[in-house]
């Protein structure tokens, strides 16, 4: 059943940043592909709740499955007991570019010239997707203008495209040789055609994919949690700029370029799960790390530290290790508000975080609190939050962030807010200035606590143990490390804006209707 996307609403608020995609692959004749790939992809679900997919092949074809929704909501028991195979790849997204559509859903499907079948996701966002697009129109492997279509609008789509374009005469690993290295951006990319596996990484690595091993094969994910959850150990991380390719004669590596490494910041600080591990160090571990800094950095005399779930817990956690403060739980969680099909009421839109938090009363009543969160972006979230917890008898409320201010948008696969929606640079005529002190007491007067603290960029790029040389840090201090494009050249819906200007009116009609392609 595929449901309309206008159906759709996220549990998350409009003020919190939006995670990116979950890739996930596996190589393993012998295994149960299909559902290794649905597991793999449920312990991925934090990373992108919009759609999910995954696609098998079985040494002849290339079958495809994909829906709007979540993993659960897409696949049953009966979908992946249809999907024999050895090879499979699966993907849940949430959008950085092209918008909510199945046909934007992943993994893209693509037949090449010789009528072999490529299926690829993708984690991360291009920044030149723009001339990425060109270039395919001009080849003619994209046509049409928006209107009336049922195109595929996405930077992934575009790269599928010139992917099978340039395997018409030669390999897919060959092709991929050639086309990884003109892509700018972040991507972590796994593909397969009806035979083999490939992952690649950019040469910055700015997402996460690493390789597992299993019994009868191989794993690649965006996160080591995943190679857990299928029971597979944890080789390695694919290396910023390798291409890796798996198939029956083992695993090969080739570089398509010099390394740079340049990872988000962060993936630690929110959207990586706690219990992932990235470039050797426990993603759990440096939260709780960065509470006892911003502990020793924001002090303040308190009666009990609570955490806003669940991002804010391992953070809480450190903070009150950190001051000798108490650990307390002042905020139940409702597990059950992930995604929904039913739009709230209006009375209950209203009520904003009270649909996902609701305060433990008699631990607040009377209290002096810390409150630790991951991060504020527009503010929304933290303002309904404190107005909770003072009608729930709170007497003080002492907000501490596990990030820094975030003032810059992200072009690498988070989706932040506008600057001017950023609370950071919009609480007053001195928040856009270099006056930290007044910036951070404007955020604090437009949240109503009675005093806010955010962890200094240095306390946070500490907690990683990585080199800050070796880390992405553009969201908190604009140092972009991926040179980006003209602003009419990126954003979200590019492509849409794009192919609204255009004359033609579809993609290849032998690419989008391919035979392999089974739409739910």
Sequence with gaps: MTLPPAAITSDQDENEPREECGVFGVWAPGEDVAKLTYYGL?????????????????????????????????????????????????????????????????????????????????????????????????????????????????????????????????????????????????????????????????????RP?????????????????????????????????????????????????????????????????????????????TRVDIGRRLAAEHPIEADLVIPVPESGTPAAVGYAQGSGVPYGQGLMKNAYVGRTFIQPSQTIRQLGIRLKLNPLREVIRGKRLIVVDDSIVRGNTQRALIRMLREAGALEIHVRIASPPVKWPCFYGIDFASPAELIANSTGPGSAADNLDEMVDNVRRSIGADSLGYISLEGMVAATEQPRSRLCCACFDGDYPIALPTEAAIGKNVLEGMLSNTSEATLLADNANASALSRP
């Design 42 to 206: 449920y312990a991925l679900q934090h990373r992108g709740q919009e759609a999910a997919g995954i696609a098998v092949a079985d040494g002849s074809q290339v079958l495809v499955f994909k829906d709007l929704g979540l993993v659960s909501q897409v696949f049953d028991e009966q979908t992946l007991a249809a999907m024999p195979g050895h090879v499979a790849v699966g993907h849940c997204r949430y959008s950085t570019t092209g918008s909510t559509t199945w046909e934007n859903a992943q993994p893209i499907f693509r037949t090449t010239a010789v009528g072999t079948g490529i299926a690829l996701g993708h984690n991360g966002n291009l920044v030149n997707t723009a001339e990425l697009s060109a270039r395919a129109r001009e080849a003619g492997l994209i046509s049409g203008r928006l209107a009336g279509s049922m195109a595929a609008t996405s930077d992934s789509d575009v790269v599928t495209a010139l992917l099978a374009h340039a395997a018409a005469d030669k390999s897919i690993e060959q092709a991929a040789m050639e086309l990884l290295p003109t892509l700018r951006g972040a991507f972590c990319l796994t593909f397969m055609d009806e035979h083999t596996l490939y992952a690649a990484r950019d040469p910055h690595g700015v």
């Design 209 to 285: 994919l690493c390789l597992g091993r299993l019994d009868r094969g191989w794993v690649v994910a965006s996160e080591t949690a995943a190679l857990d959850i299928v029971g597979a150990a944890f080789v390695r991380e694919i290396e910023p700029g390798e291409l890796l390719a798996i198939d029956a004669e083992g695993v090969r590596s080739l570089r398509f370029a010099n390394p740079e490494p340049k990872g988000c910041v962060f993936e630690f600080v929110y959207l990586a799960r706690p219990d992932s591990t990235i470039s050797g160090r426990s993603v759990h571990a």
